[in-house]
C-alpha cells in the first residue's frame, strides 16, 4: 500500500505564488501518476496537473485553467512531486489534493489535503 502526504498550502495574496509538495511511501511501482486535484466548497474534485512516470521518462498533462500558470514536477529519488503555483487568482482557493495512481495495481491513494486560499 501506499501513503500520500501534502504539505506547502496556506493563505496567499492575488498574484502570489505557492509550491506544494507531495511525498509517497510504501511499495512505489516503477509505472505510476502522481497528481494534483482541488475541490472548492459546493464543487467536485478536479484535476490540476499530473506527471506519469515510466522507463523511458515522464509524461505531465495540465488543466487547461492552470496552463501557463502552474508547473509540476517531481523527485523520483524523493518519490516526490511538486506543484509550483504562480500568478494566483481568488478562483484558485481550494484544498488542494495529492493522488498516487498505480497501473500495476490500478489502484489509487489520496492524501489528507491541503488548503489553498487566495485572498487579499
Known amino acids: 500500500q501506499v501513503q500520500v502526504v501534502e504539505s506547502g498550502g496556506g493563505l496567499v495574496q492575488p498574484g502570489g505564488s505557492l509550491r506544494l509538495s507531495c511525498t509517497a511511501s510504501?511499495?512505489?511501482?516503477?509505472?505510476?501518476?502522481m497528481g494534483w486535484y482541488r475541490q472548492a466548497p459546493g464543487k467536485q474534485r478536479d484535476l490540476v496537473a499530473s506527471i506519469t512516470s515510466i522507463t523511458t521518462g515522464s509524461r505531465t498533462n495540465y488543466a487547461d485553467a492552470v496552463k501557463g500558470q502552474f508547473t509540476i514536477s517531481r523527485d523520483n529519488a524523493k518519490n516526490t512531486v511538486y506543484l509550483q503555483m504562480n500568478s494566483l487568482k481568488p478562483e484558485d482557493t481550494a484544498v488542494y489534493y495529492c493522488n498516487f495512481w498505480d497501473w500495476s495495481s490500478s489502484s489509487s491513494f489520496w492524501g489528507q489535503g491541503t488548503q489553498v486560499t487566495v485572498s487579499s
Open positions: 510504501g511499495t512505489i511501482g516503477s509505472r505510476n501518476t
